[in-house]
């Protein structure tokens, strides 16, 4: 069972940047995938980044070309940098980690743009 604990969220005007954190239990080599989700009120789960243990990167395309994905193995830290951000980018942004053993999910930071 991996443990995430996201951080970076905030209150950010639209066309700002934020920078998301999420501090992983395991080393991202021990992981099959890691990314970032986010949900807005009264809709899904959506995926935002996504990155395997073999390198491939998917970006929802909402947020390609705004939104870079990054990890720090030394401190098992998974970044979203987040630039021009829309009020649409509005919601809580869960960390997504995946082993052989599951799937398993942080408790989420929020994100609001304001207009």
């Known amino acids: 069972q991996v443990q995430s604990v996201e951080s970076g969220g905030g209150l950010v005007q639209a066309g700002g940047s934020l920078r998301l954190a999420c501090a992983a239990s395991?080393?991202?080599?021990?992981?099959?995938?890691m990314g970032w989700y986010r949900q807005a009120p009264g809709k899904q789960r959506e995926l935002v980044a996504d990155?395997?243990?073999?390198?491939?990167?998917n970006y929802a395309d909402s947020v390609k070309g705004r939104f870079t994905i990054s990890r720090d193995n030394a401190k098992n830290t998974m970044y979203l940098q987040m630039n021009s951000l829309k009020v649409e980018d509005t919601g809580v942004y869960y960390c997504?980690?995946?082993?052989?053993?599951?799937?398993?999910w942080g408790q989420g930071t929020q994100v609001t743009v304001s207009s």
């Open positions: 997504n980690a995946r082993t052989i053993i599951g799937t398993s």
């Open positions: 990155v395997t243990s073999g390198g491939k990167i």
């Open positions: 395991v080393s991202f080599s021990r992981t099959t995938g």
